[in-house]
């Protein structure tokens, strides 16, 4: 079945750096659109970033716009986020997404499959 | 771009409760609903306005009209107190976006 595991969370001071990974399954992981989401303490959701299936199209929140940087690795089933130059309000748990087959070319339109979470806090 | 949804909506059991997300570029871009419960990832309900994805029970549907989208959720059910996010894509159909969530109590 499908699974999608994220790990790399924790705590971080401001303007420190962390990686974040999702390990995918279940699934042909090169065929799809992946993202990553995330969801402040008591607040909405955000996507933050996504990237087309052959890493063609990636785009970015303003937010983290030239902080953060998406990746994946095809051939190790795995999505990244680069988080650079954290701030207190990048504070959030981060999901990855999956984008349904076959949609758009450019963009995943919507999230089909979530994984459960990691958490990011950053504090001095 | 903004998409606009109530901040809450209260149904007693066996009602129906209707949840509504208005965006000026509905019109020309498929909404999306997410049911998330507290502590869990948030789960796809409704895509593409009205389709409902397998294993999503019937009670739950979507509808559209102009600049506004609505799920509604027929006879709800203690199990359905959730927040409920609403997606689209932006004017440009180049980045996606949430709503701000529905908290849906069931009284």
Redesign the interface.
């Known amino acids: 079945q499908v699974q999608l595991v994220e790990s790399g969370g924790g705590l971080v001071k401001p303007g420190g750096s962390l990686r974040l990974s999702c390990a995918a399954s279940g699934f042909t992981f090169s065929d799809y659109h992946m993202?990553w989401i995330r969801q402040a303490p008591g607040k909405?959701?955000?996507?933050v970033s996504?990237i087309t299936s052959s890493s063609t199209y990636t785009?970015y929140?303003d937010s983290v716009k030239g902080r953060f940087t998406i990746s994946r690795d095809n051939a190790k089933n795995s999505l990244y986020l680069q988080l650079n130059s954290l701030r207190a309000e990048d504070t959030a748990v981060y999901?990855c997404a999956r984008a349904?087959y076959g949609g758009s070319p450019?963009?995943?339109?919507?999230?089909?499959?979530?994984?459960?979470?990691t958490l990011v806090t950053v504090s001095s | 771009y903004v998409l606009t949804q109530p901040p809450s909506v209260s149904v007693s059991p066996g009602q129906t409760a209707r949840i509504t997300c208005s965006g000026d570029a509905l019109p020309k871009q498929?909404a999306?609903w997410?049911q998330q419960k507290p502590g869990?990832?948030?789960?796809?309900v409704i895509?593409k306005d009205s389709e409902r994805?397998s294993g999503i029970p019937e009670r739950f549907s979507g509808s559209s009209s102009g600049t506004t989208v609505t799920l509604t959720i027929s006879g709800v059910q203690a199990e359905d107190e959730a927040d409920y996010?609403c997606?689209s894509?932006d004017s440009s159909?180049?980045?996606?976006?949430?709503?701000?969530?529905t908290k849906l109590t069931v009284l």
């Open positions: 993202s909405g959701l955000e996507c996504y785009n929140a999901y349904p450019t963009r995943p339109e919507y999230f089909q499959r979530w994984g459960q979470g | 498929y999306y997410y869990q990832a948030p789960v796809l895509y994805p996010y997606q894509a159909g180049t980045y996606e976006v949430f709503g701000g969530g």
